[in-house]
């Protein structure tokens, strides 16, 4: 086996992407598979750093490009360290957030376009795409709700996001679902307002028609 699969989990704020996640690489190391987990922004050592940079609450100077450069500076490391080397062996790639993010997010959101995340991602992606996509979608109020709470419990300052208005996190929203009306063979919307293992078995069956040409054992 030279390739192994790349599957994202996008959705807004608060729609349990990231527990879903966890949930799918425990049931594959399971089954035998070898699976590798990346975060963005984050999963290597300076996407970490980027991280802090994005993501605290203190750094609302942040401007809309400088922002959008540093996802995919985060996303170029992964891509090189992680993600390809991953791949080549024949492992699964599990990822938290993509370039579906930045799309929806600074294209969106912010409102800089889609043109020109695309034009980044050619060059930080080199073309490559997650074989599917798994996109949690829930009402942008009822996600927030979620995440706040969760980051009050955490006592977790990484909110610059989070604390964006009602009217950026909807449009992060749209851009989703365009996102799922453009290519409906990758990305599949999952209804994130169901309990959790309904949620859970919803993202198996998904995954597990991308397994068909993986064998655990070569995995």
């Given at each position: 086996m030279t390739k192994g699969l790349f599957v994202s989990f996008e959705g807004v704020e608060g729609s349990g992407k990231s527990t879903q996640m966890r949930r799918l690489a425990n049931r594959l190391r399971q089954m035998g598979f070898r699976v590798v987990e990346n975060i963005e922004p984050g999963g290597t050592r300076i996407g970490k750093q980027i991280r802090s940079i994005l993501l605290e609450a203190a750094h609302q100077e942040l401007s809309a490009t400088a922002e959008l450069l540093l996802f995919f500076a985060s996303r170029a490391q992964a891509v090189d360290e992680l993600i390809l080397p991953a791949l080549a062996q024949g492992q699964i790639v599990l990822s938290d957030r993509f370039t579906d993010s930045t799309i929806a997010y600074?294209?969106?959101?912010?409102?800089?376009?889609?043109?020109?995340?695309?034009?980044?991602?050619?060059?930080?992606?080199?073309?490559l795409k997650p074989?599917?996509?798994?996109?949690?979608?829930?009402?942008?109020?009822?996600?927030?709700?979620?995440?706040?709470?969760?980051?009050?419990?955490?006592?977790?300052?990484?909110?610059?996001?989070?604390?964006?208005?009602?009217?950026?996190h909807r449009r992060v929203r749209?851009?989703?679902?365009?996102?799922?009306?453009?290519?409906?063979?990758?990305?599949?919307?999952?209804?994130?307002?169901?309990?959790?293992?309904?949620?859970?078995?919803?993202?198996?069956?998904?995954?597990?028609?991308?397994?068909?040409?993986?064998?655990?054992?070569g995995c």
């Open positions: 600074q294209g969106g959101g912010r409102q800089l376009g889609w043109d020109v995340v695309l034009t980044l991602d050619r060059v930080a992606c080199r073309g074989s599917l996509t798994l996109c949690l979608d829930l009402d942008v109020e009822i996600g927030l709700q979620r995440a706040r709470r969760r980051n009050a419990e955490e006592g977790q300052s990484e909110t610059r996001l989070d604390d964006e208005s009602l009217s950026f749209a851009a989703y679902h365009r996102l799922v009306e453009l290519e409906p063979e990758r990305v599949k919307l999952v209804d994130a307002s169901r309990p959790l293992e309904e949620v859970e078995e919803t993202v198996w069956r998904l995954v597990e028609q991308q397994l068909a040409g993986i064998q655990a054992g």
